[in-house]
């Protein structure tokens, strides 16, 4: 598996917008859905958003669909989560994932953590009211 590696967090106020990114390194052909979950503070990590390779389909958890959007360049081994609309709730450590498969055919699926080869290290999102 490749290592990921996370960038784009910070501190920004309520209805900001950061874009985060992972860069996977290690391979030149990452060919696995992935994904972005978060960690609150005591709380457990759970899923945000997931997207497959080759057909790019997406998966959002309710809380942030029409606020956030995934993407991927695989030519540069990288995926994409811009958050517009940011609210204090989508304060987390954000990871980014790379599943064991290509294609995730349903949200139960792209949620499950057991699911995941590979885990990046987080970046700091913080929301301020």
């Known amino acids: 598996q490749a290592q990921l590696v996370e960038s784009g967090g910070g501190l920004v106020q309520t209805g900001g917008s950061l874009r985060l990114s992972c860069v996977a390194s290690?391979?030149?052909?990452?060919?696995?859905?992935m994904a972005w979950f978060r960690q609150a503070p005591g709380k457990e990590r759970v899923f945000v958003s997931a997207?497959?390779?080759?057909?790019?389909?997406?998966y959002y958890t309710d809380s942030v669909k029409g606020r956030f959007t995934i993407s991927r360049d695989n030519t540069k081994n990288t995926v994409y989560l811009q958050m517009n609309r940011l609210k204090p709730e989508d304060t987390a450590l954000y990871y980014c994932?790379?599943?064991?498969?290509?294609?995730?055919?349903?949200?139960?699926?792209?949620?499950?953590?057991?699911?995941?080869?590979?885990w990046g290290q987080g970046t700091q999102v913080s929301v301020s009211s």
């Open positions: 290690g391979r030149t052909d990452i060919t696995a859905a």
């Open positions: 997207i497959n390779w080759g057909d790019e389909a997406t």
């Open positions: 994932a790379e599943h064991w498969e290509r294609r995730l055919r349903s949200m139960e699926a792209a949620a499950r953590t057991d699911g995941y080869a590979a």
